[in-house]
């Protein structure tokens, strides 16, 4: 399939891929489901069933010791796809590739980690106001726990952009700076690039939240020049249950374990062990094969369509989206108005967003309602919740329609 | 304050069983909402503030001379106030020993709202009787 192109529109039938999604050939509350819910958790293809399917019909085992043929294949299972990861982000090997339960364990890694053998009493970590709870409650802890203190990139408002004016001072401040590429209230895309580059030259170690980026746009470590990068299988058309951690490898070899137990050892005497090298050092523990074996087809599958692709048709659905929400009166639109994901966050004049939702699921729409476990956000731009409509490619022109119908028919009730 | 709702527990079981679907009941909740009293800003405040719903509600519970309760109670979503609304219906008039001796759970379920409402909603709903179980309770313990 051509790739990033003009003609991928032309070339994609983005309707016909809907076949490949069993779920969403349903009716919901006697209507066709719509489901608006993706920067939450996306929905599984198929092939990502089946997988999950024949790894436990045919190859379950346990990994890396056994001396059969099925935990060979197991561990083939797991670590091709742990192989397959490190190419999908341009990692330079599969060795900094680390396998955990999702972004929310990506994060606590590196804070209790990196964090605790690297962050002192005085010392500051710099996050940006629009973080999810998963990277800002780690810090706190770690915090807590040292003496350290956090520091914000301030929020601009409403368009969901940072203020960058005061980034130098910032980072001069600053040990550590962990940040959002995509946000997951706003739809806007942070300059990880340029966020990355900056904080290098200051001497700072960057961690990259890309748990609403890794499935919807190219995220290449490489070109982001990050130290650290999370993001979860199940928002890629991945299992629920596992994600990855990626970071440079001679920060990983610096790091003290995460967990300890079976994997991540070489040695064990009754008084002490020695460790294995990353990344098995943080997997201790019998690991989650299955959904490695699943997120590696998850993203064959991705490729197959293209990022750039995805990125083109979220960016086309949520220009859509905008458009006709815009034209309600009274109504408070949240993020850019160029360059945004498919993230569209929305409050009516009339209708509390909790109620919108219900009112919606009652048509067949699935939104989201409420502070999207970034309530500092909503409480610095003084809203308790906020609407949520969020795309993915399997989503329709004719669904955000469909979407913008129901807000309409629904909001007669509030008035 | 059962008056100013203008029905009674019994008609909103029966008006229930008569609409349809639930769209139309969850837009009969709303109507049900913008009926009840609004409580003053000045009393939504955190001590008044119930936790553990999505919506944020405040509840009050105000001793009459006669050892009854008046309840007031806001949220600032619609269907959550036509719950509050359900909640008064059930319990607003009636003294300590009557609200603890009131099972809540048994109107939901012929109202269905057991099946109907979210995990969350529910939770919250929950959280609601509860605080007003709790608030009689309180009064009991206090006069004993």
């Given amino acids: ?415 | 304050m059962t008056t100013i709702l203008d029905t009674t527990i019994e008609e909103l079981i029966e008006n229930f069983e008569f609409l349809g679907d639930w769209e139309e009941r969850f837009a009969y909740l709303i109507e049900l909402g913008k009926k009840l009293p609004p409580l003053d800003e000045t009393e939504m405040t955190d001590e008044h503030r119930v936790h553990g719903c999505q919506a944020s509600v405040w509840l009050r519970m105000l001793p009459q001379t006669n050892g009854t309760f008046n309840i007031h109670a806001d949220s600032d979503a619609f269907i959550v106030r036509g719950l509050i609304a359900v909640l008064l219906l059930i319990y607003n008039g009636k003294n300590a020993k009557q609200i603890l001796g009131t099972d809540s759970t048994a109107t939901f379920a012929q109202l269905g709202l057991d099946k109907h409402l979210s995990p969350t909603r529910r939770n919250g709903l929950h959280s609601m009787v509860s605080r007003v179980r709790a608030l009689a309770g309180n009064s009991i313990v206090q006069t004993t």
């Fill in chain 1, 1 to 415: 399939m051509n790739q990033g192109s003009e003609t991928t529109q032309e070339a994609m039938d983005w309707t016909k891929l809907r076949a490949d999604f069993p779920i969403l050939e349903q009716t919901v509350n006697g209507h066709p489901l719509v489901y608006l819910d993706n920067a939450a958790s996306s929905q599984k293809p198929q092939v990502v069933i089946n997988a999950l399917r024949t790894h436990y019909e045919r190859d379950n085992a346990n990994v890396h010791r056994g001396i059969h043929e099925l935990s060979n294949r197991a561990t083939e299972a797991y670590e091709g796809a742990r192989q397959r990861i490190a190419e999908y982000l341009n990692a330079d090997s599969r060795e900094e590739i680390i396998f955990t339960r999702g972004t929310t364990e990506s994060l606590n890694l590196v804070a209790q980690t990196w964090g605790a053998e690297n962050i002192g009493e005085g010392d500051t970590i710099l996050l940006t106001e629009m973080e999810h709870h998963s990277n800002l409650v780690p810090w706190q802890l770690l915090v807590k726990r040292t003496g350290a203190k956090l520091e914000f990139i301030p929020v601009n408002g409403d368009d969901g952009t940072l203020d960058l004016s005061q980034l130098d001072e910032q980072l001069d401040r600053a040990k550590l700076l962990s940040f959002t590429h995509i946000s997951n209230t706003m739809g806007s895309v942070n300059p990880a690039t340029e966020l990355c580059r900056r904080a290098r030259e200051a001497g700072v170690i960057t961690v990259v939240d890309a748990a609403q980026s890794a499935g919807h746009t190219r995220v290449d470590v490489r070109e982001i020049g990050c130290d650290f990068l999370a993001f979860s299988g199940h928002k890629i058309c991945g299992p629920t249950g596992i994600g990855v951690l990626y970071g440079q490898r001679e920060l990983l070899n610096t790091m003290p374990p995460y967990q300890g137990g079976g994997e991540m050892i070489t040695k064990v005497e009754y008084n002490e062990s020695t460790f294995n090298e990353p990344p098995h050092k943080f997997e201790a523990g019998t690991p989650n094969v299955a959904g490695a074996a699943g997120l590696r087809t998850a993203i064959d599958y991705l490729d197959i369509i293209g990022r750039e692709a995805i990125f083109e048709h979220d960016q086309r659905l949520a220009k859509r989206a905008c458009e006709q929400l815009a034209e309600i009166d009274g109504i408070r639109l949240f993020g850019p108005s160029e360059g945004r994901s498919a993230v569209v966050s929305f409050v009516l004049p009339d209708a509390h967003a909790l109620d919108l939702a219900t009112m919606a699921d009652q048509k067949g729409v699935a939104l989201r309602a409420g502070h999207h476990c970034n309530q500092p956000l909503l409480a610095k731009l003084g809203v308790p919740a906020t609407a949520r409509a969020s795309f993915y490619f399997y989503n329709t022109e004719a669904e955000v329609d469909r979407f913008i119908e129901v807000i309409h028919q629904v909001r007669k009730l509030f008035v």
